[in-house]
């Protein structure tokens, strides 16, 4: 049974066009995120939703817009992709109070942006 | 803000060596602490993790003591096997402006264990 769920595993596309990535998890956890990873492996926070609102947004280009239509699922859509795009990103969840702390990722998605 | 800083790979040992990954820390506050490691082509999942100052934890022979005075939280294995090869990630976790948690990792370690 798979914990935390992405989909596709890998994406090639042209600049200029429109993608999502879908997340989905099974956990019951109310917290889930999206990273991204780059070629040296840095992990970078982009956006958290808890119980479906937004509580962290970091620094990450409007083209990028993240929807959560229920705690389970938090998806990214990216528009108008860019070269500097390709990289792994990577869904995670966590749950309440403490256990907030501890992430579960999932497999990633390998973007190639050409 | 929170930062987490560790020693850059890539790490190579033999197997049955001695593993040490430095990890320092700037935090406010008591955060948590985690090593996650990411074995190839996978997403990271927690190898262990601690909570309070001078905790240790440990899993499948990795330890790391919580040093508060040092704000410091190295991992150790006395004895590395080729399947332990996968980056790892120091961690901290604590609240953003928000009151919610909020992870921050630090650059990440390739370790390669040859037999």
């Known amino acids: 049974d798979t914990a935390v769920s992405q989909t596709p595993k890998y994406l090639v596309t042209q600049m200029g066009n429109d993608k999502s990535i879908k997340c989905e998890q099974n956990?019951?956890?109310?917290?889930m995120y999206w990273y991204k990873q780059d070629s040296k492996k840095f992990l970078k926070i982009m956006f958290s939703?808890?119980?479906?609102?937004?509580?962290i947004n970091e620094t990450v280009p409007n083209r990028f817009s993240p929807k959560s239509p229920d705690k389970a699922h938090l998806n990214l859509h990216i528009n108008s992709l860019e070269l500097g795009d390709s990289a792994v990103y990577f869904c995670a969840s966590s749950g309440e109070g403490t256990k907030q702390e501890t992430q579960y990722f999932g497999p990633g998605t390998r973007l190639l942006v050409l | 803000g929170n930062s987490v800083t560790q020693m850059e790979g890539p790490v190579t040992l033999s197997e049955e060596a001695f593993l040490t990954i430095n990890c320092t820390y700037t935090a406010t506050g008591y955060p948590s602490l985690f090593w996650y490691v990411q074995y190839p082509g996978e997403g990271l999942q927690l190898l262990l993790k601690a909570t309070k100052a001078d905790d240790k934890g440990s899993n499948k022979g990795f330890e790391a003591t919580y040093r508060k005075e040092t704000t410091s939280f190295h991992l150790e294995k006395g004895s590395v096997q080729v399947s332990d090869s996968a980056v790892y990630f120091c961690?901290?976790?604590?609240?953003?402006?928000?009151?919610?948690?909020?992870?921050?990792f630090g650059t990440g370690t390739k370790l390669q264990v040859i037999p």
């Open positions: 939703y808890n119980n479906k609102e937004l509580i």
């Open positions: 961690a901290l976790s604590g609240p953003n402006s928000g009151g919610y948690q909020k992870v921050t």
């Open positions: 956990l019951g956890h109310d917290t």
